[in-house]
């Protein structure tokens, strides 16, 4: 439950943080003015792409396009640079595998299943050796996980749903595995991270 309500807080948080869209925006004017003249205008790009961003380097290869990007944004708009905290549930959700937590959900809804069978075997049969015991036993206890079973099966369609939101946001299929998705946007927040590092001791040689 709590991974599936770190995932849905990803969804959501990429679709309304603005500081985000700004600097995809912005990212999106970079790359229509370096590729000015070889081909028309960009109206957007894959969330990939945002992880190949540091592979542009200039031809001493000290410096890449994320580095002037940060450096813009550091200038001209700092408070874009509030997108990482806008998407704090990313890192989370770049791990989450969601066939394997489909799976998990599902065999804990088949274990339910068949214990419900179980007890009302039990209850149609009360003759049958330890039937009162084992009515005893779990009865109350499949009552208590009902209630948390059906939770747990509306966070996972409002996961799904949310998620699906996301992806159609970017311009992405929701059959691609939060952990790819996310993934590539967790890529880049780590690699802006590191351009700023980098940003911060060119102007430490540069002061020396």
Known sequence: AVVSTQS???????????NFKEVL????????????????NAFGFKLETLTKIC???????????LIYIVETIEREFPEYEDFITDLKHIQVAAKVA?????NDVSELQSG???LTME??????????????????????????????MDELERLMGDMKKKYTIATGHFGETSSVEPETFFGYINTFINQYKDAKDALEKKREEEDL
């Not at 592979?55 to 396009?65: C, F, G, I, V």
């Not at 149609?124 to 009902?146: C, H, M, T, Y």
Request: net charge positive.
């Open 8 to 18: 849905t807080g990803a969804s959501v948080e990429v679709v309304r943080s603005d």
């Open 25 to 40: 925006t912005l990212i999106l004017a970079f790359g229509n003015y370096f590729n000015f003249g070889k081909r028309g």
């Open 55 to 65: 592979d542009t380097k200039t031809s001493d290869n000290q410096l890449n396009l």
């Open 119 to 148: 007890c009302d075997h039990m209850q149609k049969n009360p003759s049958v050796k330890g039937a009162q015991l084992f009515r005893d036993r779990f009865e109350v206890f499949l009552k208590d996980i009902k209630g948390k």
């Open 98 to 102: 969601l066939g394997e937590l489909k």
């Open 112 to 114: 339910f299943k068949l």
